[in-house]
């Protein structure tokens, strides 16, 4: 499964892309983060690291689509222990920064994405 959001390239529609995105992700799913290093969309990549520092400190609120995390619908349900892994940045193809759960499904799809960077 991918996942690819248009987005609004600004930092707070980039968190909420990436909230929504580590709630529904199944463990070998993939998002594809458009202009993360792009000058002319700072907020990309602000955006990206707000969503990576409150995975770090708060994975279950990176999960949950509320502005603070609290309180807010968590939508992961009851799956595979792989899917409450966090997003993880993996390659860097083209103007794409390719995100996917840490853990062994994850690492599968890093594998190939791996590739893809090299190429």
């Not at 309180?71 to 794409?96: E, F, V, Y």
Request: glycine share 10%; aromatic share 6%; proline share 10%.
């Amino acid at each position: 499964p991918i996942l690819r959001s248009p987005g609004d390239h600004s930092a707070n529609g980039t968190l909420l892309d990436l909230r929504l995105a580590a709630s529904l992700l199944s463990p070998q799913g993939v998002v594809f983060l458009d202009d993360t290093f792009n000058p002319s969309w700072p907020g990309v990549h602000t955006g990206l690291t707000q969503f990576l520092r409150l995975q770090s400190s708060d994975p279950r609120g990176a999960r949950s689509l509320g502005p603070s995390g609290a309180g807010s619908p968590d939508l992961r349900g009851a799956r595979s222990p792989d899917h409450h892994m966090p997003l993880t940045p993996i390659a860097q193809c083209g103007n794409k920064l390719v995100l996917t759960r840490a853990g062994p499904a994850g690492e599968r799809v890093a594998k190939y994405f791996r590739k893809c960077a090299r190429a």
